[in-house]
């Protein structure tokens, strides 16, 4: 059965942390409260240096499992032990960060990890540097009510304006994906699908998965209790049952010049992904502008990020990619352990 590692991306507010909880609800997958040390420990890893040195290791573990930014402590694994386990654990930067998700899976006495970060639908590259056989769930919702819904947010610190260019982003990002990763690699689903027939999304799901689809996976709000954090109070809806309740509640929730601002700049995705335009009247030049201006910092901040993670890859201190699957070691050409004959091992006794 497959052990591939699965990250769940997509636009914040389009419903990540539901089928978060989904996945962590069948009984071979686990996927924890987000974190945030994966990509901040990649794009550092000429500080933290060559991994197959163990005193590099335990540095980085010990990073990842004391630092307050990395949210270490919401996987409610056990700091020495995990310092431990990196020690011991492949000499590669993504072994050391991944062995964090197989313990949480262990708790569970899981067989499988998964991820859930909305933003990692921009850093697939960086991801797939780090775990080459990871398979990635895009989950799509209406830009429109997206956008609403973040402006709504307590830690949303942006207007209205970054939140439209956030769905684009993710859109865009997902159509460069559609085209590049292979089918077994890539996998798009719509929010306003899922929530109006789970079970059905759910079983396409699986088999992407190469899972056995499992009942449970529809009333995911017993999973709640344990992998969505208690102080994450924006994610409420996620303790009840599935519901289609807040699909198109953008009408009421955007302003007029914010439903035509969508409409406008969006429209093209907004269809291409199936949703209907309401014929709103134009935004204006104001606003168009204010936009544009936006979108175009946003595009050369990653770019800055882009080339930056580029010239890293010209000094790399060591290996990146994870040794713990069965697909990731064959990938670096690690010998398969094979079964020992069993009349060798009554010979060894």
Not at 216 to 228: D, G, I, L, T
Not at 233 to 241: C, E, F, I, L, P
Not at 243 to 264: F, H, K, M, P, Y
Request: hydrophobic content about 35%.
């Amino acid at each position: 059965m497959s052990d591939r590692p699965v990250f769940v991306v997509g636009c914040p507010r389009s419903g990540t942390t539901m089928l978060q909880l989904m996945l962590h609800s069948h009984p071979r997958i686990a996927v924890p409260p987000e974190t945030r040390y994966l990509i901040p420990a990649y794009m550092r890893r000429r500080t933290f240096g060559d991994m197959r040195l163990a005193q590099r290791r335990r540095a980085l573990a010990e990073w990842v499992a004391g630092d307050r930014t990395t949210k270490f402590k919401e996987l409610k694994i056990d700091n020495d032990d995990y310092v431990r386990q990196a020690v011991e654990g492949p000499g590669s930067l993504g072994s050391v960060l991944g062995i964090t998700f197989r313990m949480y899976a262990e708790r569970f006495g899981k067989a499988r990890w998964g991820d859930k970060r909305p933003s990692y639908v921009k850093q697939v590259e960086y991801l797939l540097r780090l775990f080459p056989d990871a398979q990635f769930i895009h989950l799509i919702r209406d830009g429109r009510d997206c956008v609403s819904s973040l402006k709504e947010m307590p830690w949303y610190t942006h207007n209205s304006f970054h939140a439209v260019s956030t769905w684009a982003e993710a859109i865009d990002a997902g159509v460069r994906l559609r085209k590049t990763m292979p089918e077994d690699s890539y996998y798009e689903l719509r929010y306003e699908d899922l929530t109006d027939d789970p079970s059905t999304e759910l079983k396409k799901l699986c088999l992407f998965l190469e899972e056995d689809f499992d009942p449970a996976m529809v009333s995911p709000r017993e999973a709640a209790a344990v992998a969505v954090p208690p102080h994450k109070v924006w994610h409420s809806n996620t303790h009840g049952d599935v519901t289609r309740s807040r699909v198109g509640s953008w009408a009421n929730r955007l302003d007029s010049w914010e439903i035509s601002l969508c409409e406008q700049v969006l429209g093209d995705r907004l269809v291409a992904n199936g949703y209907e335009l309401t014929g709103a009247p134009p935004a204006s030049k104001a606003h168009l502008a204010i936009f544009q201006k936006t979108a175009q910092k946003r595009r050369a901040s990653r770019v800055r990020k882009h080339m930056r993670d580029r010239i890293n890859r010209l000094r790399e201190p060591g290996p990146v990619a994870a040794l713990l699957t069965t697909t990731q070691r064959a990938l670096a050409g690690v010998p398969q352990q094979r079964a020992e004959e069993p009349e060798l091992a009554d010979r060894s006794r």
